[in-house]
């Protein structure tokens, strides 16, 4: 597999960094019990997502460099657990790098009340210019059609991507990461699906809720790596986002 450096703008700092920094873009570390292990290595970077405001103020103690918090409503969730005043605070002190994981799921029957929320907590994101971290399990042409209607520019990392190329090409119109998880090698067509993100070259890797809650990035990146047949460097520098 070849991969072609191209130039696209600018992102902000970690996803910038993704190729020579260790970057899991989306990662679970609240009940991880080796957090402060995983954190003395400086050359891991970490953005990990508190679902509620007890795993909120438990992150918001956490004084490292290499160490990101993402926060929102999340579709499946109890409602207004990240409430938007909240948000509002978390952003006007600068508490937060991303907002998310927002969005969509299949498994929650109200789809209205997802939407509502979700234009609410993007509208906020979009009004301090802070990255989305987006959740979707199914729905991903409401997704499609609500960012188009209203939200071009926002940047967007989409975590744990599950669909189609039809898909993908149709979330290409917007600013927008794809957030590699290991899951996707279950996917049938995930050869095509990971050539597809990997020649966009606006990817990163997560670990989510990592497996038995370990966060080992590298193993994300070595198995899509095998998978592909590169070497980890090679697909490292293939998702430059800067060249
Ligand atoms: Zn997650």
Request: glycine share 4%; proline share 4%; charged share 20%.
């Amino acid at each position: 597999m070849y991969i072609t450096p191209i130039k696209y703008n600018p992102l902000p700092y970690p996803l910038s960094h993704s190729s020579s920094l260790l970057l899991n873009a989306h990662c679970h570390l609240f009940n991880c019990p080796s957090l402060d292990k995983l954190l003395e290595d400086d050359n891991r970077i970490y953005i990990s997502n508190a679902l509620d405001e007890n795993e909120l103020n438990h992150h918001l103690l956490i004084k490292k460099s290499n160490f990101f918090i993402s926060t929102g409503q999340h579709p499946l969730y109890p409602k207004d657990t990240i409430k938007d005043s909240l948000l509002i605070k978390l952003l006007d002190d600068n508490k937060i790098y991303a907002v998310g994981e927002i969005g969509f799921d299949k498994r929650n029957k109200n789809l209205q009340s997802q939407i509502s929320t979700f234009l609410n907590q993007v509208d906020i994101a979009n009004q301090y210019e802070k990255p989305v971290i987006i959740h979707c399990v199914g729905h991903y042409y409401e997704l499609f059609n609500l960012l188009k209607k209203n939200f071009k520019k926002v940047l967007i990392i989409l975590h744990a991507f599950n669909s189609s190329i039809e898909v993908i090409n149709m979330l290409n119109e917007f600013n927008i990461v794809f957030s590699i998880h290991n899951k996707i090698l279950k996917m049938k067509k995930a050869r095509y699906i990971l050539h597809e993100i990997i020649s966009n070259h606006r990817f990163v890797f997560e670990t989510d809720t990592g497996i038995k809650n370990e966060h080992d990035i590298t193993l994300t990146i070595s198995n899509i790596a095998d998978f592909m047949g590169v070497e980890p460097e090679k697909l490292l520098n293939g998702g430059r986002t800067q060249t």
